[in-house]
């Protein structure tokens, strides 16, 4: 079952590591401290604990997400194809909790790694390390401890992801598990916290997870985010059925249901686009204001408090390597997420004309892949801004791949980014001058506005575990 694990999660560097020894030595050694904690439920698992572990447990070379099994690398696909049987168990959120730890503010070298231009951490390599953690945890819970046919886990959708702090440097640890289940579908909730007081002897020496484990905001959580991972059969590509999850008790239940919710939630909100159904009687009067009030203005006219969506726009090409690849020749999830996010900043930076700070990362789905020796294609563009005194932004990013030989363009993702402005920057109001501009200046402020709802229920949710960690 784990056999592609490395093949699909892993970027194959190993040239880049040989090069690099003496560094990665020395990164080892400065507290790329990540443990993996599995739920033994019984004597079977308490024999195969070491070899998880083993398995699961991210790797200190280069990226930390750099997860090499080179025993499972040297298998061919068709090695246990029609050996054993496919079999599925009951599983726990325990069971495929993980959680590995970035300690930058005490290890330099590894800051060094991530930092950014303003002194910040980077948050397209945090994206990137997400998705990889998203896929580990969803192997995890697939895995049966048992010979089984080859599995393949890939990212479908990310669902949300909101920055609750200021993105400051600080000592992480990340954390995840399975809330909740579909057919062949798992939703997997990732947060990140801080650590105020890191001891990388005592972070590293427990050997079980903690007992508030379920990833669920608390007053320390940083970055909160959802994935949706699909296991499709490696030989065939078709979906398998994923093991079943069991939950213990009410609290699970509740996270359990609150997943379900979000899964609704993103089915409804989809079938209300507006690539599918016009717009409110309300947002074509919006449209209608603006275009009674802008329509005849001309560009140097234009007052310097507003900008034309159009002249937003960046782009920005790069050709697909192979060390960025997995199993099937696509490029990485989370490689694409960092790529879009690293546009996204720039474009908000110039609109703003100063450093932007991250505040959500809105529904992802994965369309089409990206294959090596493609073009990837990104544009950028402000898609909403009401302007001054409100100082987020609204970036949309398409994401195009082009095959160079028959010329041909897909659409493989479409990003939308909240970005904000600093405190005492001023911030111009975005315009649309086309119809076209006009649907997409809705959707930034529908997305604006559910992301204002999604962030309050995060925040209410992170007082409640503080009042009642505080009661007890």
């Known amino acids: 079952m784990l056999k592609n694990f490395a093949k699909i999660y892993t970027p194959l560097k190993q040239q880049k590591l040989l090069r690099n020894n003496q560094r990665i030595l020395s990164t080892f050694h400065h507290s790329r401290n990540i443990r993996t904690t599995s739920a033994v ?18 790797r200190p070379v280069t990226f930390w997400m750099d997860k090499i099994l080179e025993k499972e690398n040297k298998k061919s696909l068709e090695e246990t194809g029609s050996q054993h049987e496919r079999i599925t168990i009951e599983k726990t959120m325990l069971d495929s909790y993980i959680e590995e730890y970035l300690p930058f503010k005490s290890s330099p070298s590894l800051l060094e790694e991530y930092v950014s231009t303003g002194g910040r951490v980077r948050i397209g390599k945090i994206l990137e390390d997400l998705d990889a953690l998203a896929g580990a945890i969803a192997y995890k819970h697939i895995d049966t401890f048992a010979a089984s046919p080859p599995t393949t886990v890939v990212t479908a959708s990310v669902d949300r992801m909101d920055l609750l702090m200021p993105n400051t440097v600080e000592d992480f640890k990340l954390s995840g598990h399975v809330a909740h289940v579909g057919k062949s579908s798992m939703e997997v909730f990732i947060k990140v916290e801080t650590i105020p007081k890191y001891d990388p002897t005592k972070e590293t020496s427990s050997k079980s997870p903690p007992d508030d484990f379920l990833s669920q905001p608390t007053p320390n959580t940083v970055l909160f985010s959802r994935f949706t991972m699909v296991a499709i059969d490696s030989i065939s590509g078709k979906p398998i059925q994923v093991n079943s999850l069991k939950t213990r008790d009410e609290q ?37 204001d603006l275009y009674m009030k802008y329509a005849q203005v001309k560009d140097s006219d234009l007052d310097k408090n507003s900008v034309w969506m159009e002249n937003t726009e960046l782009q920005s090409v790069f050709l697909m390597q192979p060390q960025d690849r997995n199993i099937h020749h696509k490029i990485f999830g989370g490689y694409l997420m960092r790529r879009a996010y690293e546009l996204a900043h720039a474009t908000g930076t110039l609109f703003v004309g100063s450093s932007v700070g991250f505040l959500a990362l809105d529904e992802i789905a994965f369309k089409k892949p990206v294959p090596v020796g493609s073009l990837l294609k990104l544009t950028s563009k402000v898609i909403y801004a009401e302007g001054t005194p409100h100082r987020s932004i609204q970036v949309r990013v398409i994401a195009e791949v082009i095959n160079p030989e028959i010329r041909s363009t897909d659409i493989t993702n479409t990003f939308h980014f909240t970005l904000a402005a600093p405190e005492n920057k001023p911030v111009s109001r975005v315009l649309p001058r086309t119809y076209a501009e006009g649907m997409l200046y809705l959707e930034g402020k529908r997305r604006r506005d559910q992301g204002v709802q999604g962030r309050k229920q995060l925040l209410r949710l992170m007082s409640n575990v503080d009042n009642n960690t505080g009661n007890n």
């Not at 439920?41 to 991210?58: F, G």
């Not at 899964?263 to 209608?288: F, G, N």
């Open 252 to 288: 699970e239940r509740n996270l359990s249901l609150y997943a379900q919710d979000c899964k609704a939630r993103k089915k409804s909100l989809s079938q209300s686009a507006l690539d599918r159904t016009p717009p409110t009687v309300d947002e074509r009067l919006t449209l209608h």
């Open 41 to 58: 439920c019984n004597q079977q698992r308490e024999r195969n604990e070491t070899v998880a572990n083993r398995l699961y447990t991210v």
